[in-house]
């Protein structure tokens, strides 16, 4: 299993970023798919995470501002990040639960970086003030 996240980059406060998760190996319709984000010093913080279903989970911090979408044709997940703040400045990674298909969990199941078995390289992303 091979996830490859890009697409970060510097950008202005007030601005946007697409950030890509395409996925080899699993096929991410039939899997949890998660994006999280770290800056030094501190741990694996949650950013949204879209289920097998279609449902959707973000952050307190990002709700409003970001969005989860996935493409089953291109087997990849993305967020799209607007009105961007400096405090997003962190590496971003995509994760992927091997659960096959799995029902609905409440959704501390969905932001705990336990879930995922397999993830990405990360991507940085900063904004500037």
């Known amino acids: 299993v091979r996830l490859q996240a890009s697409g970060g980059g510097l950008v202005r406060a007030g601005g946007s970023l697409r950030l890509s998760c395409a996925a080899s190996?699993?096929?991410?319709?039939?899997?949890?798919m998660g994006w999280f984000r770290q800056t030094p010093g501190k741990e694996r913080e949650f950013v949204a995470a879209i289920r097998s279903g279609g449902g959707r989970y973000y952050a307190d911090s990002v709700k409003g501002r970001f969005t989860i979408s996935r493409d089953n044709a291109e087997n990849a997940v993305y967020l799209q990040m607007d009105s961007l703040k400096p405090e997003d400045t962190a590496v971003y990674f995509c994760g992927l639960d091997e659960s096959f298909r799995l029902p609905f969990r409440d959704s501390t199941y969905y932001s705990d970086h336990l879930t995922y078995n397999y993830w990405g390289q990360g991507t940085l992303v900063t904004v500037s003030s």
């Open positions: 190996g699993r096929t991410v319709s039939n899997h949890v």
